[in-house]
């Protein structure tokens, strides 16, 4: 009897699992006045938040341009459309899907997934496939190493998530001297984390803890015990919104006091200030872009961040943050290049983004031989009295940075 | 000094370890099933604790009990309409069973919640005291303590009541049990209820230190499972025994052989312990 019911149980799951596969909507082909891109994005899993933020991103620009025309390719005028399929967070599920965007589904060119590890696994399968894609949320250069030629980022690379704050700290009175760094044990987390200590060491500071943990911690208080042991002037965290979270929380619990917080994801996200409320204030947070950045950016899209802004906020409701620009602006270095190609062409599409060399809203979309947006530039954001202020670098900033955070027990 | 923080910041972790631990163990222990919905549990009792404290200021604390009471109807339910189906087939079967019904939770969580990360900042939170060089939060000490009550109440409940007993001879032998009377599905029924409703605890427990999102009770699941062979399978104390050992081992290996390895040196541990000892460390051996 037992056989029998698993079996039945095996059919039932197998006829699901076929279900649902084959429910998924008629793909948006390719035709003849319609460029199609398509992306394996989060909706479920780990990254769904995130996931959702670069979805945004990429809508946002999409709509921009159905609404104003279209885009103009060789003398011809296109609509553009976006097929998303979901990669549940899961790195070998978004290679899969990005083939199945090329082969079956023939979409003309590829928009990143959400997270370095999604990335690198996509860029591996765009190489085979000879597809340009342009992502805007994978920010280790280990993906870049690998001497492909059809992967370009256009956010600034992982090494340089916290050189901002400890630029910015050099800057400051008293002269904070010693660093300690806790990273998450992923490949962009230990890159950031690499940087930081670097750039530190190179300009005569002292790092005094560094260390990694893994990714899914539950348990962050023999971090925190060590790092207060070492009674460091900036302590610095490279790694996710939960750890962060965790992080800070703990750091006050143990009633450890430095003279700057700073994490290379989390006070940018409006859950780390409503989740945290008070004790968010004072913390730092390196960001790839804010709305105060002012850059003029070219004709054929919003090219002022504030105007971003408002218009995203009035969409979607909610201010935009760097995720959800960082997104768009993956989409505008398509935009740009396929325009100056005159093609849709792949191979032609691929020179002429590995020729770009345009400002936009987000700032310089440009790449190395690499497919590296190098030229592009972190800036630091401070959260002061709950508000998420730019504090750096001093032609973006909105705020002067507050310094030095206050002792937990004189807030 | 960091010796002594470390082992007191072990200690205080061990405790929200324990009660994770107690329902996994008691749903595997007296009913042979590993329930791999057992996070999802979790992830459902600190959303409790979470939609309580956003929408009525209710305090984690006193949503303890609620958190427990919904759980425990939903896991009597869960085992009397859908796992008894499934409860005399080999274990891959609830296996398979228990991780689609976690899918199932965490994706209902995320249509309902969105991915989006939450979590409970009281007007306490972060606030601690210092003994010599060993600062302890108060939410942490409470939470221990809590971990220490729930685990006090149930090691007497199973011990001197009717049904405790019953369940505890249901354990020891299903046939010999029924004969005297015990009505099986509906113990069973009782025992899965209880194991969400301690999961349903710990989440409100969990959630006044950690941050939610739907996912956020998968990691606990592994804990669970490694504590519970750390201490013994099926009693209480086992649990407990497991739950404090494993904080500790873990806080000691954070600090002294690498963060990075800290998972690793409590999982060389368990592997220690199933050779050395399989029955756990306060684990009784069966004929």
């Given at each position: 009897m037992g056989c029998i019911r698993v079996g039945a149980l095996f059919a039932l799951i197998v006829a699901g699992a076929l279900a649902l596969t084959t429910a998924v909507p008629a793909p948006a082909r390719a035709d003849d006045s319609t460029i199609v891109f398509g992306a394996a994005l989060a909706a479920t899993g780990s990254n769904a938040r995130e996931g959702a933020l670069t979805k945004a991103g990429y809508d946002f620009w999409k709509d921009y341009v159905n609404a104003h025309g279209g885009m103009k390719v060789g003398g011809k005028t296109y609509k553009v459309d976006i097929k998303y399929?979901?990669?549940?967070?899961?790195?070998?599920?978004?290679?899969?899907?990005?083939?199945?965007?090329?082969?079956?589904?023939?979409?003309?060119?590829?928009?990143?997934?959400?997270?370095?590890?999604?990335?690198?696994?996509?860029?591996?399968?765009?190489?085979?496939?000879?597809?340009?894609?342009?992502?805007?949320?994978?920010?280790?250069?280990?993906?870049?190493?690998?001497?492909?030629k059809y992967t370009f980022a256009v956010l600034a690379p992982g090494f340089k998530y916290l050189q901002g704050i400890l630029e910015m700290a050099r800057t400051l009175k008293p002269a904070p001297k010693t660093v300690a760094i806790s990273t998450a044990n992923d490949t962009f987390s230990v890159e950031v984390g690499q940087g930081a200590a670097d750039y530190a060491t190179a300009h005569g500071m002292q790092v005094v803890y560094q260390n990694k943990y893994p990714a899914d911690t539950t348990d962050v208080s023999a971090i925190v015990s060590a790092i207060k042991a070492t009674n460091a002037d900036i302590v610095l965290n490279g790694g996710h919104l939960d750890e962060a979270l965790l992080l800070q929380r703990t750091f006050k619990e143990q009633d450890v006091n430095a003279k700057i917080f700073g994490y290379s994801v989390g006070p940018d996200t409006p859950d780390f200030r409503k989740t945290l409320g008070k004790d968010a204030d004072w913390v730092f947070?390196?960001?790839?872009?804010?709305?105060?950045?002012?850059?003029?950016?070219?004709?054929?899209?919003?090219?002022?961040?504030?105007v971003y802004a408002a218009q995203f906020q009035k969409k979607y409701g909610y201010i935009p943050e760097y995720h959800n620009a960082e997104s768009t602006a993956a989409c505008l270095a398509f935009m740009y290049a396929i325009e100056k190609a005159g093609t849709l062409d792949p191979q032609k599409v691929r020179d002429a983004l590995?020729?770009?060399?345009?400002?936009?809203?987000?700032?310089?979309?440009?790449?190395?031989?690499?497919?590296?947006?190098?030229?592009?530039?972190?800036?630091?954001?401070?959260?002061?009295?709950?508000?998420?202020?730019?504090?750096?670098?001093?032609?973006?900033?909105?705020?002067?940075?507050?310094?030095?955070?206050?002792?937990?027990?004189a807030r | 000094m960091l010796f002594w923080q470390d082992l007191v910041n072990g200690i205080l972790v061990g405790g929200i370890f324990a009660v994770v631990a107690l329902g996994f163990s008691l749903v595997w222990g007296i009913m042979n099933i590993i329930n791999l919905a057992h996070g999802a549990f979790i992830m459902m009792g600190a959303y409790t604790a979470y939609v309580l404290f956003a929408t009525w200021h209710v305090?984690?604390?006193?949503?303890?009990?609620?958190?427990?009471?919904?759980?425990?109807?939903?896991?009597?339910?869960?085992?009397?309409?859908?796992?008894?189906?499934?409860?005399?087939?080999?274990?891959?079967?609830?296996?398979?069973?228990?991780?689609g019904l976690s899918l199932l939770i965490v994706n209902v969580a995320l249509l309902?919640?969105?991915?989006?990360?939450?979590?409970?900042?009281?007007?306490?939170?972060?606030?601690?005291?210092?003994i010599g060089a060993v600062t302890v939060g108060w939410t942490k000490l409470w939470t221990l303590l809590v971990a220490l009550a729930i685990t006090a109440i149930m090691h007497v409940w199973l011990s001197s009541s009717r049904t405790g007993r019953a369940i505890r001879a249901m354990a020891l032998d299903i046939d010999?049990?029924?004969?005297?009377?015990?009505?099986?599905?509906?113990?069973?029924?009782?025992?899965?209820?209880?194991?969400?409703?301690?999961?349903?605890?710990?989440?409100?427990?969990?959630?006044?230190s950690y941050s939610?999102?739907?996912?956020?009770?998968?990691?606990?699941?592994?804990?669970?499972?490694?504590?519970?062979?750390?201490?013994?399978?099926?009693?209480?104390?086992?649990?407990?025994?497991?739950?404090?050992?494993?904080?500790?081992?873990e806080s000691f290996g954070a600090q002294y052989i690498g963060t990075g390895l800290q998972d690793a040196v409590a999982l060389v541990v368990l592997l220690l312990v199933l050779i050395v000892r399989p029955r756990g460390i306060l684990g009784k051996v069966t004929a």
């Open positions: 399929y979901d990669d549940e967070s899961n790195p070998q599920t978004a290679a899969r899907l990005v083939e199945r965007l090329v082969s079956e589904d023939h979409v003309n060119f590829i928009l990143g997934p959400y997270g370095s590890a999604n990335s690198a696994t996509a860029a591996a399968a765009v190489e085979r496939l000879k597809v340009p894609m342009v992502e805007g949320n994978g920010a280790a250069a280990s993906i870049f190493s690998q001497g492909y947070g390196g960001t790839q872009w804010s709305p105060t950045a002012k850059y003029q950016g070219a004709p054929g899209f919003i090219g002022d961040s504030k590995q020729n770009l060399d345009v400002v936009t809203f987000y700032g310089i979309l440009k790449f190395d031989s690499r497919g590296i947006n190098v030229y592009k530039p972190m800036a630091v954001n401070q959260i002061q009295h709950g508000q998420l202020m730019t504090v750096w670098p001093l032609g973006v900033q909105n705020a002067k940075p507050m310094y030095p955070t206050p002792a937990w027990s | 305090d984690p604390f006193l949503s303890i009990p609620i958190g427990f009471v919904l759980l425990y109807a939903f896991g009597y339910c869960i085992q009397r309409f859908v796992i008894n189906y499934v409860v005399r087939a080999p274990l891959l079967t609830t296996f398979l069973l228990t991780f309902i919640f969105h991915g989006d990360t939450k979590g409970i900042t009281t007007s306490y939170s972060g606030a601690n005291f210092s010999a049990a029924q004969l005297t009377g015990v009505r099986v599905s509906h113990l069973y029924a009782v025992v899965f209820g209880l194991g969400a409703g301690l999961a349903g605890a710990a989440g409100v427990l969990i959630s006044l939610l999102q739907p996912s956020m009770g998968d990691p606990f699941v592994i804990t669970a499972f490694v504590c519970c062979v750390l201490g013994g399978l099926g009693t209480v104390q086992g649990a407990l025994v497991g739950g404090l050992v494993y904080g500790v081992l």
